[in-house]
């Protein structure tokens, strides 16, 4: 079953994981609290994260601008942690390398929400699903492999060589899966990610996630686009496609 929009039929569905697919803040909580506790008896360790994921962008911009080669999450996520450490007047040489490199490895333990394994699981039925994350492959296979995410493929930042929302991240993508771009919809909980990729050529579905940043989220609460799909979870959108499917068979 293919969905058709427009003057073409959508084969494959590609998801942002972090947020979208999975709850990186809990995960990366519960590592940091495990691993960094004991060297930080203040920790707050979704305060952590927070400071963690809020060096993300800015990393990935040094490799967008051509400040820097491309290198995997991994390496960026570890050069982060450091980053995190400093701006809490913490000095990273103070705790073992093994143990840091212990808590980086948080973000590859991060569990879906409720909806994504059911979703996914009738999704994949219909269509090719894949993730189109800025994790590099290892992470993203740690990921699923951990709570057996139906992925038809696992595609990370290397295989595109290119880091969201450069427009390489979604173009490439539709070229590895042998797809036109408007043959492969971005399903995403950040509008930001939908507009690049609607840019590039890709039908888009948006799946809101408020509680991605906590109790206090004050982003990306509904759609800001005219996407193609907007849903309330993966069961919304796997009702959603199956009703588009019936109505253009």
């Known amino acids: 079953m293919h969905m058709g929009i427009g003057d073409s039929e959508v084969e494959a569905l590609v998801f942002d994981m972090f947020g979208t697919v999975v709850d990186w803040r809990e995960g990366v909580a519960t590592g940091v609290a495990d691993c960094l506790g004991e060297y930080l008896p203040s920790l707050d360790p979704w305060e952590f994260a927070d400071l963690w994921r809020s060096e993300y962008q800015p990393a990935m911009e040094q490799v967008r601008n051509g400040s820097r080669p491309f290198v995997r999450l991994d390496v960026l996520h570890r050069e982060n942690l450091d980053t995190v450490l400093a701006r809490l007047e913490v000095d990273p040489r103070m705790i073992p390398a093994q143990v840091l490199d212990e808590a980086n490895l948080s973000w590859h333990r991060l569990d879906p929400w ?3 394994i059911p979703g996914l699981t009738r999704l994949c039925q219909d269509f090719i699903i894949a993730p189109l994350s800025n994790a590099n492959v290892r992470l993203a296979i740690d990921v699923a492999k951990r709570s057996q ?3 038809d493929a696992i595609l990370g930042a290397e295989v595109a060589g290119a880091y969201k929302p450069d427009r390489a991240a979604y173009v490439r993508t539709a070229e590895v899966l042998g ?7 971005m399903v995403a909980a ?5 507009a690049a990729a609607q840019a590039a050529g ?3 579905a948006f799946v809101a996630r408020p509680a991605e940043h ?3 989220q004050t982003s990306d609460l509904a759609p800001t686009g005219d996407w193609d799909v907007v849903a309330v979870d993966f069961a919304g959108l796997a009702d959603q496609l199956a009703s588009e499917s019936q109505e253009t068979a």
């Open 214 to 216: 906590g109790p206090g």
């Open 179 to 185: 797809l036109a771009p408007e043959q492969v919809m």
């Open 202 to 204: 890709l039908r888009t």
């Open 190 to 194: 950040h509008n930001s990610d939908l």
């Open 149 to 151: 995410i139906p992925w």
């Open 114 to 116: 409720p909806d994504v």
